[in-house]
């Protein structure tokens, strides 16, 4: 079992791990997000765990540097060489040889998407859309492993997403003779879209094979049948109010060194993969538009004060014609106040997930 692997099992389970493997972090695990001293070097005040330590492991201490997860956290607190620390791991998680678990610590997160039910237009529809969701599993569950293996068979490395479900048996409907029948029943990577007016209006669906590929049917990506007004529909991927301890890194895009905040600044593109990319590229909350359409109209939360616009470079011109409305609306109803900057790759038919493994 990959390591990525691990870490998605771990995601949600560290205050569990790093609390029984390594103790002495329990005082800043206690105190998420807020200065205490540090286990190893001693000092007042030089150590924290991120504020998401639940989902990433990692902490900061000032004097003896960063680590961005419970993998290099551990080695630290520890003494331990890399080896020690995933078979420790493995071991606590009851993770054999051949990728199999037993006794995984249960999960505890508070901070999932529920789907709201309030004002709604369509009450039978939003009962499907909870249901769908309840009945999905999260990433880190080792039976969501057809999603991440579809993650990574883009390209992607497997990036945890408290938006993206894996959710089993989910019918498949095509229109024959005028009549909807469900054709099949497939395995689907599901999200949440959210409206210009911040309710959930829909789910995306990405429907796929056992193996982790697309599944064999017409229409790989679907949304279902909305339940109050999809304009600006988009999916928040990751949450930049959530601190995870990273640092935006526009290297591959700007030359010169502007210091952005992740708490201010979010990314659009127009696929998940893509945004995924982009995340990975950039460690800056991305969130997707679903498509060129939706885009023009998406929301943008208060407290943001930088939009990066991820377009795709399609033959056609309509990423980047959707990435200029964007970015038009947003300073119109902003009055100017956000900074919105637009990258387009420069190959035509190409969008940033292209350009992932040319980076890495
Ligand atoms: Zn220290």
Redesign the pocket.
């Known amino acids: 079992m990959k390591i990525s692997e691990i870490k998605i099992i771990a995601n949600g389970r560290w205050n569990k791990i790093i609390g029984d493997l390594a103790p002495q972090l329990s005082d800043a695990m206690a105190k998420k997000g807020r200065h205490v001293e ?6 007042k005040d ?2 924290r765990v991120f504020e998401d330590f639940e989902n990433t492991g990692g902490g900061v ?4 540097g960063f680590f961005n997860d419970g993998f290099n956290l551990l080695s630290w607190a520890n003494g331990w060489n890399m080896g020690d620390t995933i078979n420790s791991i493995k071991s606590y998680l009851g993770i054999g040889e051949s990728g199999n678990y037993k006794n995984l610590p249960i999960i505890t997160q508070k901070k999932e998407v529920t789907i709201d039910d309030s004002e709604t237009l369509d009450i039978s529809g939003v009962r499907t859309l909870k249901d769908i969701w309840e009945n999905s599993l999260p990433l880190n569950e080792y039976q969501a492993n057809t999603a991440w293996k579809y993650l990574a068979g883009r390209g992607l490395k497997p990036l945890y997403s408290k938006s993206i479900r894996l959710a089993h048996n989910v019918p498949y409907y095509e229109n024959i003779n005028g009549l909807w029948k469900v054709t099949s029943r497939q395995k689907a990577m599901i999200a949440p879209v959210w409206n210009k007016y911040g309710k959930i209006a829909a789910l995306h669906r990405t429907f796929l094979s056992n193996d982790g590929g697309k599944a064999n049917v017409k229409t790989v990506k679907k949304l279902t049948k909305k339940v109050r007004s999809l304009s600006g529909g988009h999916i928040r991927l990751f949450n930049p109010f959530e601190d995870t301890g990273e640092h935006i890194d526009l290297a591959l895009f700007e030359t010169d060194r502007k210091e952005y905040r992740y708490s201010e600044t979010i990314g659009i593109a127009e696929g998940i993969e893509t945004a995924m990319a982009v995340k990975e590229l950039t460690s800056m909350a991305t969130w997707s538009s679903i498509s060129s359409s939706y885009m023009p109209k998406i929301l943008i939360p208060d407290g943001i004060k930088n939009v990066f616009i991820f377009g795709d470079n399609d033959l056609s011109g309509a990423g980047e014609r959707a990435a200029l409305k964007t970015k038009e609306n947003i300073l119109q109803e902003s009055n100017g106040e956000i900074n919105v900057t637009i990258y387009i790759p420069k190959d035509v038919g190409k969008d940033w997930l292209d350009y992932l493994g040319k980076y890495r």
């Not at 540090?38 to 000092?43: D, L, S, V």
């Open positions: 540090c286990p190893c070097h001693g000092g030089g150590f201490c000032n004097t003896c």
